[in-house]
């Protein structure tokens, strides 16, 4: 017999063997002592019986279980402090009378509600045609929504003004209102890692378009 043939015929009865044990599912229960007698290679301890193998993979099923378990109560634990941060950040937007009134409640807010010690409300209104053309590529960035990660050097200058060295990954929020860019709410943090591009944006989008309306109503001059 070839050794293709001989091959084939073990893989025959391997799929044999374990279609037999998955159909009868008290095997085991007939035959406890192969539990036992049964052994199976380890990396660390060379063999072990079928009975450890199983106590083994239970344990790790258990814990692989824990660490997921604290990963979702941690995400739950962060989604509640942003949910609460968004709503101070929405009172303190309400509560303004001016446009630089909110710029200045914003940050304080970012500050104070969301630890972040470097944001700013950039608003188209006030920037010159030249800075507008600077920034186009952060524009094209902001077409499909807020955008987390890293900037280029130039492109962090023009949004906050001073010296980026600290500002290692940024939150950019567009805010828009009847489809036109009114301005960039930008908070950025000195962690490279804190604003990744998967993070959820459902409520900073909800208190972005709070802030549009706001905007739009000083820009309209309903309130000084």
């Excluded at 920037?127 to 524009?139: D, F, I, M, R, S």
């Excluded at 962090?156 to 940024?170: F, I, N, T, V």
């Excluded at 890692?193 to 706001?214: N, Y």
């Amino acid at each position: 017999m070839s050794e293709s043939n001989t091959a084939s015929l073990l893989a025959l009865d391997e799929d044999l063997i374990a279609e037999y044990l998955e159909s009868n599912p008290d095997f085991f229960h007939r035959y406890p002592e192969l539990l036992i007698r049964l052994r199976l290679p380890h990396g660390e301890r060379g063999s072990v019986s079928l009975l450890e193998r199983q106590l083994e993979l239970a344990r790790n099923r258990h814990h692989n279980l824990e660490e997921e378990i604290t990963g979702l109560l941690s995400v739950a634990a962060h989604n509640e402090q942003v949910a609460k941060a968004c709503h101070q950040l929405g009172l303190e937007a309400l509560a303004a009378t001016s446009i630089d009134q909110l710029i200045a409640r914003l940050g304080e807010g970012v500050r104070i509600h969301l630890g972040m010690e470097i944001s700013r409300l950039v608003l188209c209104s006030r920037l010159a045609e030249t800075q507008h053309k600077a920034l186009e590529t952060v524009y094209a960035r902001l077409e499909k929504g807020p955008y987390f990660g890293r900037l280029t050097e130039d492109e962090k200058r023009m949004l906050l003004g001073h010296s980026p060295q600290r500002a290692e990954s940024l939150a950019l929020m567009p805010i828009a209102k009847d489809g036109k860019l009114l301005g960039i709410w930008v908070i950025a943090s000195p962690d490279a890692g804190h604003f990744e591009p998967d993070m959820d944006a459902l409520l900073i989008s909800q208190l972005c378009d709070l802030l549009a309306l706001r905007i739009a109503t000083f820009s309209h001059g309903r309130l000084r």
